[in-house]
T-cell receptor
Framework: ETGVTQSPTHLIKTRGQQVTLRCSSQSGHNTVSWYQQALGQGPQFIFQYYREEENGRGNFPPRFSGLQFPNYSSELNVNALELDDSALYLC?????????????FGPGTRLTVL | SQQGEEDPQALSIQEGENATMNCSYKTSINNLQWYRQNSGRGLVHLILIRSNEREKHSGRLRVTLDTSKKSSSLLITASRAADTASYFCATGPYTGANSKLTFGKGITLSVRP
């Protein structure tokens, strides 16, 4: 157990809809990263938040957006869902102490877009 | 794009044997990490090795890093059926503290009882 939780576990949406995924970081962590993992692939970095501000973004369109709250929990929002958005979405929390450190992953949210 | 490439893509061994997995990457890194994933669920961190380190141990795990060859290996000794999982290497960039991790496609390890 990493202490990182995600909700919901599974989600089914239809093309064009919007979705919000939630992540609760490990206690004391100030950084959260989101990753998308398609079937049979490794996770791909979406973006990272540090102290409520975006701190780096991967190659994802603007319809992928996020928030980090004062308690360091986080949301990933995806608008205008497409079939290719079907994937496992993982969040990872870490403590930024000025040097690279371990990222602790949650169990993920499995999103299916029909 | 994938930075790391693991080799082999799939590995099947008998319980008690050692498993060796390799990872190659393309650009300069600050650190390299290995993760395990069971049945498409969350990733479990195994070990982090920094670019100025050459070898690290953690229990039955041994990781090496050769920055001149841009490669790393993960050795699991005395494997168990519970080690059956997908294994990923992930690289952290040269600059930035907790910047993005770039993952490979993973290695599927099957340990036969």
């Amino acid at each position: 157990e990493t202490g990182v939780t995600q909700s919901p576990t599974h989600l089914i949406k239809t093309r064009g809809q919007q979705v919000t995924l939630r992540c609760s970081s490990q206690s004391g962590h100030n950084t959260v990263s989101w990753y998308q993992q398609a079937l049979g692939q490794g996770p791909q970095f979406i973006f990272q938040y540090y102290r409520e501000e975006e701190n780096g973004r991967g190659n994802f369109p603007p319809r992928f957006s996020g928030l980090q709250f004062p308690n360091y929990s986080s949301e990933l929002n995806v608008n205008a869902l497409e079939l290719d958005d079907s994937a496992l979405y993982l969040c990872a929390s870490s403590l930024d102490r000025g040097r690279p450190d371990t990222q602790y992953f949650g169990p993920g949210t499995r999103l299916t877009v029909l | 794009s994938q930075q790391g490439e693991e080799d082999p893509q799939a590995l099947s061994i008998q319980e008690g044997e050692n498993a060796t997995m390799n990872c190659s990457y393309k650009t300069s890194i600050n650190n390299l990490q290995w993760y395990r994933q069971n049945s498409g669920r969350g990733l479990v961190h195994l070990i982090l090795i920094r670019s100025n380190e050459r070898e690290k141990h953690s229990g039955r795990l041994r990781v090496t890093l050769d920055t001149s060859k841009k490669s790393s290996s993960l050795l699991i000794t005395a494997s168990r059926a519970a080690d059956t999982a997908s294994y990923f290497c992930a690289t952290g960039p040269y600059t930035g503290a907790n910047s993005k991790l770039t993952f490979g496609k993973g290695i599927t390890l099957s340990v036969r009882p």
